[in-house]
């Protein structure tokens, strides 16, 4: 890894010049190997970023560790003795205690025959009770034996039925129920439409149509990556407060313009308004927290998209009327999705975190429109009425796994667009998940 001798940003080792200001001299700093799961992480990173445990020495289970000072049992009983000899106890010390452990002796013989005395007599009153409660005490044997040796095979194996139960089942992918669902619902909408499905389990997807297209407030997602991604390395503190002015304030979709001006509000709960109430002001006070286009279309690259790009705020009516807009595809979103649900984005923590913002979006009008309750979702839409444009990216999922979907549909009718969306939503469910 390469640190940046301007900024202080980690580089990979092959970069020429700093992704973060365009530097061109680094230092080389070592990574930091995981001793528990082996993922390398940044060099001053104290807990890996995979699985959270600490990056420090680990002590082997069941290892004593003893102080330098600490004596072993042998010297000590040695020792004992030795003093014992030259401690010049008296002879008739020692008669006393043999006369002690005769009468100890004595007293456990007695103690042993009463005992058995007493198996004896319990067996056979035992005999002439009822063979069913002779049986139920058996019984209760069998079971307290059970359970000691289902005890000793669990502190065996109880790692394997960890790992057991925390692999999911994975789903079956039927392309053929899938591709008729898609042409069912999308393929007859007039206009540009793109679909991706894939389950987050499986590298088998089906990718129609895939292009660049209008993201609307769909680009808003990545605004969301760039933000913890800076914050991960440094470089961006999501709890730092932004105070809210009157002109950063703009129209359309939000409740953030809504607030006296001078409002205080964490970087924290301005991503979460600009996700689940897809709040413009929100995400244009981020783009200019961040640093703007270049930086986060830089970020956005670095995660492995190939048709993304911001290059307009919300609401900017005289961008587009330039033909400038915010681009993306079907096939960047869903493999952004794949990889955020199973924590290959940023980091196990921020991508937890950012899951539970989608999870919270409160525009549930196309894909999971019609889904059952014990669905879970996760998604992010964009609209722009007037150019057709209808988008969702969602991640679907129950207690049998979890899918992606996404759609993106331009210069189509609304309604139309909206009922196909969830229509699909529902028979990928059935299909996937059911």
């Known amino acids: 890894m390469k640190k940046c001798s301007n900024c202080g940003a980690i580089n990979n080792d092959e970069a020429k010049f700093c992704e973060e200001c365009g530097n061109a001299e680094f230092t080389t700093v070592a990574q930091r190997e995981c001793p528990h799961c082996h993922t390398l992480n940044d060099p001053e990173s104290q807990f890996c970023e995979s699985c959270g445990q600490s990056t420090g020495e680990v002590i082997q289970p ?26 010049g106890v008296p002879k008739e010390t020692s008669k006393k205690e043999a006369r002690t452990k005769h009468t100890k002796m004595i007293s456990a013989v007695v103690l042993l025959a009463l005992i058995v005395g007493g198996y004896f007599a319990y067996n ?22 059970t359970k000691q040796s289902e005890s000793k095979q669990s502190s065996t194996s109880s790692a394997v039925m960890q790992s057991e139960q925390r692999e999911p089942t994975k789903l079956a992918f039927n392309k053929e129920k899938v591709n008729a669902d898609l042409d069912q619902t999308i393929t007859p909408l007039r206009g540009i439409n793109s679909v ?37 390395e440094g470089l961006f503190n999501l709890d730092e407060k932004h105070t809210i002015e009157s002109d950063e304030k703009v129209g359309g979709t939000g409740v953030i313009r809504e607030l006296p001006d001078g409002t205080s509000l964490t970087y924290r709960e301005i991503l979460n308004d600009m996700i689940t109430k897809s709040d413009n002001t929100g995400a244009n006070i981020m783009i200019d927290a961040l640093g703007g286009f270049t930086i986060i279309n830089n970020k956005i690259k670095a995660i492995g998209t190939q048709n993304t790009k911001l290059q307009r ?41 950012m899951l539970a913002i989608l999870a919270n979006n409160q525009n549930h009008t196309k894909l999971p429109a019609s889904l059952p309750s014990e669905a879970k979702v996760y998604n992010k839409t964009g609209e722009y009425g007037d150019y057709g444009v209808q988008n969702d990216a969602a991640i679907i999922a129950n207690d049998k796994g979890a899918f992606v979907v996404v759609v993106l549909s331009q210069d189509g009718n609304e309604q139309q667009q909206i009922s196909a969306m969830s229509q699909l939503g529902s028979a990928l469910y059935r299909d996937i998940l059911g």
């Open 124 to 145: 056979a009153s035992a005999k002439s009770q009822p063979k069913s409660k002779v049986a139920n005490h058996s019984s209760v044997v069998k079971r307290d034996k």
């Open 313 to 353: 705020k919300m609401m900017d009516t005289a961008a587009l009327e330039d033909g400038i807009d915010n681009d993306t595809s079907v096939q960047d979103m869903g493999e952004t999705l794949k990889k955020l649900y199973n924590h290959d984005l940023v980091s196990k923590t921020a991508d937890d975190e």
């Open 196 to 232: 991706y499905v894939s389950p987050v389990d499986s590298n088998e997807t089906i990718v129609r149509n895939n292009h660049v297209q209008r993201s609307a407030s769909a680009i808003k997602l990545y605004i969301l990556v760039t933000a913890y991604a800076m914050d991960k």
């Open 62 to 87: 069941g290892l004593v560790i003893t102080e330098e000072n600490d004596t072993p049992q042998a010297e000590v009983k040695s020792n004992e003795a030795s003093r014992n000899q030259s401690s």
